[in-house]
């Protein structure tokens, strides 16, 4: 590592020509891309929220529709920044090579990160809210409290974003990120409380699960969509602001190394 | 002092990644207008050379000023002055020809409204214009070749670097390609380019650096170096050695390199060894006049061509 490459990320207003492209790309592919981001928390959602919400009854107080809808939207943000984090970024950066486009007009590594790390977040939003939309459709979603967990999303995106650009960084091909999705993404979706509560977890587990970011997600989300302001904010913000700024800055110094060579 | 500024001034210029050298401490004095160009075979770090004018990559050592700004500090200025054309084509697939322009344009500040009419005349100038609106994917290499040269005009650079313009392309794309870039020439711009066709550098470079292994082994005009580098005649012949050693014995005039099954025989004086090819039979040949094949040749005992 280099002197160079450790120092602090210096973000410009040039990081939105990075995002304005994703957005526009987006809205080409939009058709296909909400169909996969859609499709499969539907599934759940309709599956498992009326399947086995008829045997679960209420949970924490809530029923279980709500509780599978506020823990799927949380999940969602994560999943969908995290892919794009991964596969997007290493698509554009070794694939596409649009990253050495780029670095060929006055646009530098640091405002692709920084543009690549808002992106993320607007993609969390972009897919998490429609499911929050189609929970309000199902009745799963109790006040206009829900609205405040949009502006969540984002930073949900933005939380895990930074570690998924970390791992494309470090990626020499697509088969690399399944060993992040494996380690990560897969126990964070099944242990962090988006199916039944994370109490019912042994005490150790419970612990591993606390220092993750999806649980605090959650907790936050959770109360917002059952029509409540959540007990306890502090601590989990913290956590969530804490992963986005530190995943930040480990992505612009990774990135930086990848691409200045 | 040259009267007219240098567009590149690199003294010392190196590069090395870990052990490696890619490029070796190289000098460059380019002027402004004409076109320059980096000749030389597969690794010999033109590209390299190449990233590191457009501030892509940190320079190991030596000084180099790129439109007469320091660089690396003056990398933002620099690149918003220059337009590239990179060795592998890398518009964005998931945009229209038009949109790529477009989107380019932006990332130069360029505000879409006032870029619409320049966008018409380059797509024009690359005969484009009835693909504005076609995807990507259904652009032929050469396309997408004749996008990335009309990309790298949006910003109407003063210097246009082009890193191996016509690699890959079939003739009539190349000779396009040649003529546009003249064209360009004319207008007053300075071009830079790589390539390892010496074809293209004769017909394009007005001046030249033959580069091997990172280091500058030769430069001038491309007409000049091969006038006062090369005799003018070249045989390529094939045969046996020893019809080929009995030729060297009865020809005392003649310079003989050999790159594997191939004999390459210069001469001022191409009478004389005609009539001791044929007297000696048994040989194949074929006579050309010299080029810059020749020249570097000589000056590094290996072809350029892969
Ligand atoms: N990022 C890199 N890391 C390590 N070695 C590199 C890198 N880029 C180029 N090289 C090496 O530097 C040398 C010059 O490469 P390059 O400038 O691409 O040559 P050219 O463009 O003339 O074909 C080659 O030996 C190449 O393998
Ligand atoms: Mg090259």
């Given at each position: 590592m280099t002197a160079a490459q450790l120092s602090l990320p210096r973000p410009r207003a040039s990081a939105f020509k990075v995002w304005f492209r994703n957005l526009m790309v987006w809205r080409k592919l939009i058709a296909p891309s909400l169909f996969f981001t859609f499709g499969e928390p539907f599934v759940y959602l309709l599956g498992l929220g009326f399947g086995l919400g008829r045997f679960v009854g209420e949970v924490?107080?809530?029923?279980?529709?709500?509780?599978?809808?506020?823990?799927?939207?949380?999940?969602?943000?994560?999943?969908?920044?995290?892919?794009?984090?991964?596969?997007?970024v290493f698509t554009r950066m070794v694939h596409q090579q649009t990253y050495d486009a780029l670095l060929a007009t006055p646009l530098q590594v640091d405002d692709i990160v920084a543009g690549e790390m808002l992106w993320c977040g607007t993609k969390a939003v972009l897919a998490a809210t429609p499911i929050l939309i189609v929970s309000v459709l199902l009745g799963a979603v109790d006040d206009w409290t829900a609205v405040l967990a949009i502006p969540l999303f984002y930073l949900i995106g933005l939380c895990f974003a930074g570690p998924a650009v970390v791992v494309a960084a470090f990626a020499p091909s697509y088969d690399f990120f399944n060993y992040y999705v494996a380690l990560l993404v897969t126990p964070m979706f099944i242990f962090s409380g988006v199916f039944y509560p994370i109490e019912t977890l042994p005490e150790f587990a419970q612990t591993i699960v606390q220092i993750l970011p999806l649980s605090h997600a959650i907790a936050l989300v959770r109360p917002l969509v059952a029509g409540e302001f959540p007990p306890v904010v502090g601590i989990h913000l913290a956590v969530l602001v804490a992963y986005a700024v530190v995943g930040y800055l480990a992505a612009t110094v990774f990135i930086r190394r990848r691409l200045i060579t | 002092m040259p009267s007219k500024a240098?567009?590149?001034?690199?003294?010392?210029?190196?590069?090395?990644?870990?052990?490696?050298?890619?490029?070796?401490?190289?000098?460059?004095?380019?002027?402004?207008?004409?076109?320059?160009?980096?000749?030389?075979?597969?690794?010999?770090?033109?590209?390299?050379?190449l990233r590191m004018i457009m501030g892509q990559s940190p320079i190991t050592a030596g000084t180099l000023r790129v439109l007469g700004l320091d660089m690396p500090d003056a990398v933002r200025e620099v690149r918003r002055r220059t337009g590239v054309v990179p060795q592998m084509d890398n518009a964005d697939p998931d945009f229209t020809v038009a949109e790529n322009l477009k989107m380019y344009a932006r990332y130069f500040d360029l505000s879409p409204r006032s870029i619409g009419a320049r966008i018409d005349e380059l797509l024009e100038f690359v005969e484009l214009t009835d693909r504005a609106d076609s995807p990507l994917r259904e652009l032929s290499g050469g396309m997408k070749r004749r996008l990335s040269i009309a990309r790298s005009l949006i910003n109407d650079p003063e210097l246009i670097v082009l890193d191996e313009p016509t690699t890959g392309l079939d003739p009539q794309v190349r000779r396009m390609i040649w003529n546009r870039l003249r064209q360009l020439k004319t207008s007053g711009k300075t071009l830079l380019l790589t390539t390892h066709y010496m074809d293209e550098a004769e017909r394009l470079c007005d001046q030249l650096v033959v580069i091997d292994h990172g280091r500058i082994i030769g430069h001038g005009q491309p007409k000049e170096m091969i006038e006062t580098q090369v005799e003018p005649h070249v045989l390529e012949i094939q045969g046996e050695r020893t019809a080929i050693d009995r030729l060297l014995e009865s020809c005392p005039d003649i310079r003989l390199e050999t790159v594997g099954e191939l004999h390459y025989c210069y001469t001022h004086n191409l009478a004389p060894v005609l009539s001791c090819l044929e007297s000696a039979g048994q040989l194949t040949y074929m006579h050309?006049?010299?080029?810059?094949?020749?020249?570097?040749?000589?000056?590094?005992?290996h072809e350029l061509r892969d």
């Open positions: 924490n107080g809530m029923p279980y529709l709500t509780f599978l809808a506020s823990g799927l939207v949380a999940s969602t943000a994560m999943n969908t920044a995290s892919f794009e984090g991964m596969y997007s | 240098q567009v590149v001034e690199a003294h010392g210029l190196t590069k090395r990644f870990g052990d490696r050298t890619a490029v070796d401490g190289i000098d460059l004095s380019i002027a402004q207008g004409g076109c320059f160009g980096l000749l030389g075979p597969n690794g010999a770090g033109k590209t390299t050379t050309r006049p010299a080029n810059l094949e020749d020249v570097f040749l000589r000056m590094t005992g």
